[in-house]
């Protein structure tokens, strides 16, 4: 595909961009009625399927990127994918329609989010990601999905939100369907576009931090959106969470684990220090917004904020 001339990739990526939007719909149709017949709250399936479904674009191709002998990408998938998820996903989709944020995930989830970005911080300091820190990343995912099973019982759902029936059969295979549809464009996407920057000389790093982080991305942003027009807002800081978290302990160790190796380009504070900063913007927020067990709301506001800091780092990066 990549003989094919430049606006051939820029009308597959505006295609792939409404296959996201298509797919996703089905997609948190389908998650919401996985939630209704296992008696678990949107925000369980959000931390859960929902995350690590739109999370495996990124897995996807940062292991395609580490067996090309391009592990700074995959480097940069993760940590663009993270700020993508907060500054992007969690900010635009709060501007749509502003986030209930639960104390209990304000507490327990998102600090948790938080360790988990520091200790990646501690491995990726020094520059070098080998199979040692990458294993050590990938081990706090099972310790994660433990907690999350142990405390499922402890996020009830809100009789508030009305989530439709749907027989075992139908529920999985929407969900399934729409889950294959998010895969299958995103990859699409995620080739033209990177075709398109490395056709005008961009990095590995840098495309890994934005078009590929950005591309990867979007199925979070079509299901955190399509989540919350459908009323289930609280399935999106699931989804972000959730997916920060997969970022750092299965697609970040990826490139390690396929190709250990010192990160070309990399520029720990210009790099890693965004992802640092958004994640404790989010959990400030959080925290601020709830307290004891009383909810809070991530309104249009801090949103906002979000997103502009998230535009002026891309464009501290182009300038």
Known sequence: MSYLP????????????????????F???????????????????????????????EILVSASAAAAGTPSLAVGNALGSN???????????ALIF??????????KEVPI??????????????????????LGLASLLFFYMFYLIKTASEHPI????????????????????????????????????TSVASHFGVSDLIIGITIVAVGTSLPELAASVA???????????????????????AVLPVAGLVRPGAIEGANFWMDFGPVLLFSALLSTIC????????????GRVAAGLMLLLYIGYYGLLIF
Not at 287 to 298: A, E, M, P, V
């Open 6 to 25: 430049i606006y051939i990739h820029f009308i597959v990526l505006a295609l792939a961009i409404g296959g996201l939007v298509w797919s996703a719909d």
């Open 27 to 57: 997609f948190v149709d389908g998650a919401a009625a996985i939630a209704r017949n296992m008696d678990l709250s949107p925000l369980i399936i959000g931390l859960t399927v929902v995350s690590f479904g739109t999370s495996a674009p």
């Open 83 to 93: 700020m993508a998820n907060m500054g992007l996903v969690l900010a635009i989709t």
């Open 98 to 107: 502003p986030i209930n944020i639960d104390s209990r995930i304000a507490h």
């Open 113 to 134: 989010m938080g360790a988990v970005t520091l200790i990646a911080g501690w491995v990726l300091w020094n520059g070098y990601l080998g199979r040692l820190e990458s």
């Open 158 to 193: 809100d009789p508030t939100i009305q989530i439709q029936k749907a027989p075992w059969s139908r529920a999985i295979i929407i969900t399934l369907s729409g889950l294959a549809f998010l895969l299958v464009v995103s990859n699409i996407l995620v080739w033209s576009a």
């Open 227 to 249: 989540g919350a027009i459908k009323g289930h807002s609280e399935m999106a800081i699931g989804n972000v969470i959730g997916s920060n978290i997969f970022n750092l302990t």
């Open 287 to 298: 925290l601020h917004h709830t307290s004891g067990n009383h909810s809070g709301t991530l």
